[in-house]
């Protein structure tokens, strides 16, 4: 018994036949894009993948579909699972627009910026209109432009003034804010 061990582990046995045929004629799947063909147009599958990317964050429409389609899809398929969410409310771009908004106004970004993710996450104009119009009652932009410039200045103080400023003024124009209520609080931070 001992010798029968011995030999087979001093000469292994090949595999029988498919070790050098390539993976379709070896009978093992071949896949095709990032998914395999029977995934592209399977409804559970999509909707499997849709609901672990809800489990994250709230997603919107054109988001999911986007996400399906790269995970590999059919565009078909990636439509009516959407279709179907939305017909089960589980996504709302209303719901997400709201959503995305407050969660970015708590990073102290601008409107316009956030108008602009909203536009990139594939939002409808209406909705941003109309979302951004009812946040806007309660938010004072140039409140939060000056406690950011303030912050920023100190942390710029080793600089000459005009630089200080130069670079202040860009950070707030990168996250969002008007380039107005920018130049004026810059303007009464520096005479002031």
Request: hydrophobic residues 35%.
């Amino acid at each position: 018994m001992k010798e029968k061990r011995e030999r087979s582990l001093a000469s292994p046995s090949k595999p029988q036949g498919s070790a050098c045929l390539p993976a379709g004629q070896a009978g093992l799947p071949v896949r095709q894009g990032l998914a395999s063909n029977s995934q592209s147009h399977n409804p559970e599958k999509a909707r499997a993948y849709a609901f672990l990317l809800l489990k994250f964050r709230l997603r919107s429409g054109n988001e999911l579909k986007a996400k399906l389609k790269q995970k590999g899809f059919s565009e078909e398929l990636a439509g009516a699972t959407v279709s179907f969410l939305k017909n089960k409310e589980l996504i709302d771009d209303r719901v997400f627009a709201r959503g995305w908004i407050l969660s970015r106004l708590k990073r102290r970004f601008g409107l316009r910026r956030i108008e602009q993710e909203l536009l990139q996450k594939g939002v409808d104009k209406e909705i941003i209109k109309n979302s951004l119009s009812q946040v806007k009652e309660d938010y004072n932009e140039s409140q939060i432009v000056s406690q950011l410039a303030r912050q920023r200045f100190s942390k710029l103080k080793s600089i000459e003034p005009l630089k200080a400023k130069a670079r202040v003024y860009a950070y707030l124009i990168r996250r969002g804010f008007a380039s107005d209520i920018a130049g004026e609080v810059l303007n009464k931070l520096s005479n002031g």
